[in-house]
């Protein structure tokens, strides 16, 4: 079954700390994107890439990076930079062109203890 | 620069119709798009609109004006399970980019 998936679903980590959240597709899409959810907030973009080894950043790009090494994987670091890093992170991926739909990820609920 | 906006919260009776409006102000607009997200979950694709007029799927529609800058989702005989928040998005030619709406929450009751 094609899908994307994100691991794990839920994540705890101590302030200071960085951490990984892994995003996999097997859609063949070009296209992969971070976004973070925060109650009573619209999706807000963190990163995108529209092919391999190419990224950009969205609107809140502060306190992340990323890598596109694979064009199935696209791993978000949320580094100790980021001030306020609880929140749920959603990945999504799509063909490239602007009337492709999103396929999003489960998503990875992060809190910081 | 750019905007989007849609209610906060919406309540209805099982069995009944609700309409969701949104508006947005942007350059370059694409396409709005609708999604369905129950909580804790990841959206799920509804609807997308290039051009001017309604969309109709089952249950679901969805009706974009091009020149007004406002889309709405209906949703006809309501059921339980249409509980979730409901996410409007438009993306911009320039980059493809999406932009989302807070989201409206949705709740039916029996």
């Known amino acids: 079954d094609g899908g994307i998936t994100q691991s794990p679903k839920y994540l705890f980590r101590k302030e200071g700390q960085n951490v990984t959240l892994s995003c996999e597709q097997n859609?063949?899409?070009?296209?992969m994107y971070w976004y973070r959810q925060d109650p009573g907030q619209g999706l807000r973009l963190i990163y995108y890439?529209?092919?391999?080894?190419?990224?950009q950043k969205g609107d809140i790009a502060e306190g992340y990076s990323v890598s596109r090494e694979k064009k199935e994987s696209f791993p978000l670091t949320v580094t100790s930079a980021q001030k306020n890093p609880t929140a749920f992170y959603l990945c999504?991926?799509?063909?490239?062109?602007?009337?492709?739909?999103?396929?999003f990820g489960p998503g990875t609920r992060l809190t910081v203890l | 620069g750019q905007n989007i906006d849609q209610p906060t919260e919406m309540t209805a009776t099982e069995g009944a119709i609700v309409q969701i409006n949104c508006t947005y102000q942007?350059?370059?607009?694409?396409?709005l798009f609708w999604y369905q997200q129950h909580a804790g979950e990841a959206p799920t694709f509804l609807s997308y609109?290039?051009?001017?007029g309604l969309e109709e799927k089952g249950r679901f529609s969805s009706f974009l004006s091009r020149s007004k800058g406002y889309s709405y989702l209906l949703l006809k005989e309501l059921q339980m399970k249409d509980s979730a928040s409901y996410l409007c998005?438009?993306?911009?030619?320039?980059?493809?980019?999406?932009?989302f709406g807070a989201g409206t929450t949705v709740t039916v009751r029996a």
């Open positions: 859609l063949n899409h070009d296209a």
């Open positions: 998005a438009f993306i911009r030619r320039a980059d493809y980019k999406l932009s």
């Open positions: 890439s529209q092919i391999v080894n190419d990224f």
């Open positions: 609109n290039v051009l001017d």
């Open positions: 999504a991926s799509s063909w490239t062109g602007g009337s492709n739909e999103q396929f």
């Open positions: 942007t350059s370059g607009f694409n396409g």
